[in-house]
């Protein structure tokens, strides 16, 4: 997807579409109007001033071998999380990027 092209990592899939959110559009405190996703930390992963978090979520459909599950989040600081912990990743309803089924970007409301 057209998101995929200027993120590292890739974008995460939602579950059972092909909707998208960037790993730098999640983050773990919640804000008013924002979408939630439980999850289960997998790994941290520490580079320099940020953490990537590895989670697999909670309410993944599927189990067609996709990894549309495993999610990484790009968190500024150090975070202390252990593995297997279950956390809510927290993203803005505006961050994220809506596809057709067919793979176009749907314009932004």
Do not use: K, Y
């Amino acid at each position: 997807a057209a998101c995929d092209l200027m993120s590292d990592p890739r974008a995460n899939r939602l579950p059972g579409s092909a909707d998208r959110v960037r790993p730098e559009h999640l983050h773990l405190e919640g804000r008013p109007g924002d979408i939630a996703f439980p999850a289960r930390v997998l790994a941290l992963e520490t580079n320099g001033s940020e953490t990537f978090l590895h989670a697999a979520l909670l309410e993944a459909q599927g189990g067609d071998g996709s990894r549309d599950g495993h999610w990484v989040a790009r968190l500024p600081g150090l975070v202390s999380l252990e593995a297997g912990a279950d956390v809510m990743l927290h993203a803005a309803e505006a961050s994220l990027h809506r596809f057709q089924p067919a793979g176009l970007e749907l314009p932004r409301g």
